[in-house]
C-alpha cells in the first residue's frame, strides 16, 4: 500500500506536511524522500490496525514503536522517525487538524554513543616522526603534532594559539575553550623542547622576522585555518604509512586514550580535555575499558 491508496483526506494532509516541510525547513530531496518513507510506513501500518494518522492514540503509536522494534529498526532510524512524526503532528495543531498531541510524551530512544577513533602509541610515534625537519612547514608540523598530541587541543585550539598564551619557562599553555572557558594544560618536556627549537628555528622564517603574535602561522604569515592543518594531518599520515580512518579529532581522543590506559583519573582528563560534563569524557573509559580486555586476553595465561 502506498501514500496514493491512503483515505484521500490522509493522503492530502501527508502532503501539505511535507511541502510545508519543504518550505520552511529547506530540506534535502533526500531528508524529504526519507521522511515521506518514513510517515508512508507508518500510515500503511496505521490502516492495518484500522486508524489513521489523524486519528491515531498515545497507545497506538507505542504499538507503532514496538512494531518498529520487533522488526529490527536501527535506534538512530527510529529517532529520525520520531523526529519527523513530531514535525507532522506539530503541524497538525498549528494548521488546526489536531487539538491534542497523540505523542507529546513519547521520548526518544536512547542511541548508542559512538567511540572515537583514535591510533595506537605506535601509530602516534610514526605520525609525529614524519614531517621534514629541514623544512620550515616540517618543523612547524612536527611541533604542531607534538603539542596536540601533549596537550589533547581541540584543533581549533591549537591553531589559534598566540605567543601570550605559552609559558615555556612554567611548561604550560593558556587555551581558551567552548564557553570561552579558560583553562591551563601542561606540556611536558617533550613538546616544550620542541616548541624551543620552532621558535629558535623556523617561525622566524615563516614570518620574515615580523613582530605577529600567531603561533602556528602559515606560509603568508596568517594564522593558519582548521582545514589547512587537517590537509597536513592527512599528508604525513600518509607519508607515515597510516592507513587507518582518521578525523579532526584523531590525537585529541589518543591523548585522551593513551592517558587512561596509563592509569590516569578521568576527572584529570576531563579537566585536560576542557569537558564541562564528566559524562563527555566517560565515552573514553569504554576505550580503554577494551583495552584492558585485549591486554588480559594477550598476557594472561589463561586469557
Not at 510517515?39 to 500503511?44: G, M, S, V
Not at 491534542?100 to 609525529?128: G, Y
Not at 606560509?219 to 589547512?228: D, H, N, S, V
Amino acid at each position: 500500500m502506498t501514500a496514493a491508496t491512503l483515505p484521500p483526506e490522509e493522503s492530502l494532509i501527508l502532503e501539505r506536511y511535507l511541502d510545508a516541510a519543504w518550505m520552511e525547513k529547506g530540506l534535502s530531496e533526500n531528508t524529504l524522500s526519507s521522511y515521506r518513507r518514513d510517515l508512508e510506513a507508518y500510515a500503511n501500518w496505521l490502516v492495518g490496525q484500522g486508524s489513521g494518522l489523524i486519528q491515531v492514540s498515545h497507545g497506538q503509536f507505542l504499538g507503532y514503536l514496538a512494531h518498529r522494534y520487533e522488526k529490527n529498526f536501527s535506534s538512530r532510524s527510529t529517532a529520525r522517525f520520531l523526529s519527523c512524526a513530531r514535525g507532522f503532528y506539530r503541524f497538525q495543531l498549528r494548521e488546526g487538524v489536531l487539538t491534542e498531541n497523540p505523542i507529546a510524551s513519547v521520548d526518544n530512544p536512547k542511541l548508542p554513543r559512538a567511540l572515537p577513533k583514535s591510533l595506537t602509541e605506535a601509530d602516534v610515534e610514526k605520525l609525529l616522526a614524519a614531517p621534514e625537519l629541514d623544512d620550515p612547514l616540517g618543523l612547524r608540523d612536527r611541533t604542531m603534532l607534538e603539542v596536540l598530541y601533549a596537550c589533547g587541543l581541540r584543533v581549533s585550539e591549537l591553531v589559534g594559539l598566540t605567543l601570550s598564551q605559552l609559558n615555556l619557562r612554567q611548561g604550560v599553555i593558556r587555551v581558551m575553550g567552548k564557553g570561552s572557558k579558560e583553562r591551563l594544560i601542561p606540556l611536558g618536556q617533550e613538546a616544550s623542547d620542541w616548541l624551543e627549537r620552532y621558535l629558535r628555528e623556523a617561525r622566524p622564517v615563516l614570518l620574515n622576522n615580523r613582530p605577529e603574535e600567531v603561533l602556528f602561522p602559515s606560509l603568508r604569515a596568517q594564522p593558519m585555518t582548521r582545514q589547512t592543518f587537517w590537509y597536513r594531518i592527512k599528508h604525513w599520515a600518509q607519508v607515515a604509512g597510516i592507513d587507518k580512518p582518521l578525523s579532526p579529532h584523531t590525537l585529541r581522543h589518543a591523548f585522551a586514550t593513551h592517558l587512561l590506559n596509563h592509569g590516569a583519573d578521568l576527572r584529570v582528563v576531563q579537566l585536560l580535555l576542557g569537558h564541562s560534563d564528566l559524562s563527555t569524557t566517560q565515552i573514553y573509559t569504554h576505550v580503554a575499558r577494551a583495552r584492558m580486555k585485549e591486554q588480559h586476553a594477550q598476557h594472561h595465561p589463561r586469557g
